[in-house]
């Protein structure tokens, strides 16, 4: 099978086993054998076929690597949304105690809370959205950059530019480039704006 970017030959057994202390659930576990190494995979869905769970593992570099890429370049873990109506998290909860989230009484309170939460999901979801453009403006410009104006921060692959890199660009140039496309709407929304806030909150929320 493909691992990693190129064929390769291994040996697994699947089997689907109880685990777990009193409540026991049923897990589905691969042994898997490549090039000497041995590997014990565990799944919870038992509909996955040994292939897929070993190929869904293979992953696993991609998404740190995007982690890393949204923590360090998007800033997408630097942002903290919260509300003073949010109950406190405890990590030893016993069994039978109050979800968190009953503890919160009151429409007000409540509202507050899935606002905070709202707020957190929305975030991410933008930062991975955001993230995904920048991979997708490097594929696109494979071949077509000049690798000896680009500054790298890591090794360059195949000509490919990094997100740091072009959010190192898009820092130098964005304003630039709104400016040449005074027909978008983020541009007209820009030129809108008073040069001298009013207020000094006007200059955060702009």
């Given amino acids: 099978m493909e691992l990693y970017g190129k064929r390769e030959a291994i040996r697994y057994y ?12 049923e ?9 000497g190494v041995q590997s014990i995979l565990a799944s919870t869905s038992l509909a996955l076929d040994p292939l897929s769970i070993i190929r869904l593992y293979s992953y696993r570099f991609r998404i740190e690597c995007t982690f890393r890429e949204l923590k360090q370049q998007i800033g997408a873990f630097c942002y903290h949304f919260w509300s003073k109506y949010m109950p406190k998290l405890s990590y030893y909860q016993k069994k039978g105690e109050p979800a968190p989230m009953e503890q919160v009484e009151g429409e007000k309170p409540r509202r507050k809370v899935l606002e905070a939460v709202r707020a957190i999901e929305m975030h991410m979801a933008l930062s991975c959205i955001a993230i995904g453009i920048l991979q997708n403006l490097s594929i696109y410009f494979i071949g077509k950059v000049n690798s000896n104006q680009i500054r790298y921060q890591r090794t360059p692959s195949r000509g490919r530019v990094s997100e740091a890199t072009l959010m190192h660009y898009f820092r130098k140039h964005f ?6 496309k005074p027909e978008l709407c983020i541009t007209q929304i820009i030129q809108g704006l008073p040069e001298t806030p ?5 200059c955060l929320a702009s």
């Fill in 14 to 25: 699947c089997t689907d086993l109880l685990w777990g202390q009193k409540l026991y659930q």
């Fill in 27 to 35: 897990l589905r576990f691969v042994l898997v054998e490549m090039d």
């Fill in 175 to 180: 304003f630039r480039l709104l400016g040449q």
């Fill in 198 to 202: 009013e207020e000094p909150w006007d």
